[in-house]
Nanobody, 117 residues
């Protein structure tokens, strides 16, 4: 089992920045990748960014956030970050951290990001 706790959400004006954090605990040594999804009101959940831990491949980003968001990790803290710059009102959503291990996907409870225009 993997437990994920997100933090860092909040209210920010358009053009501003936020950094989300996701702390992982539990059986984490077999995590293959971690990522961030988001879900806006009335919309489907979508992948924002993913970082590949076991393969070492470069991170992947949704087209809508490329050049603005950066996913990274701190192995010493078992934490993954999502640096979000140049935020837009359409980035408003609940952001969820995920961890994939042995084919199973674990989800955090989410953190709300609200971008005002």
């Amino acid at each position: 089992q993997v437990q994920l706790v997100e933090s860092g959400g909040g209210l920010v004006q358009a053009g501003g920045s936020l950094r989300l954090s996701c702390a992982a605990s539990g059986i984490i040594f077999s995590i293959n990748r971690m990522g961030w999804y988001r879900q806006a009101t009335g919309k489907e959940r979508e992948l924002v960014a993913v970082i590949h831990i076991t393969s070492g491949n470069l991170p992947n980003y949704a087209d809508s956030v490329k050049g603005r968001f950066t996913i990274s990790r701190d192995n010493t803290k078992n934490t993954v970050y999502l640096q979000m710059n140049s935020l837009k009102p359409e980035d408003t959503a609940v952001y969820y951290c995920t961890a994939t291990m042995s084919g199973a996907i674990y989800w955090g409870e989410g953190t709300l990001v609200t971008v005002s225009s």
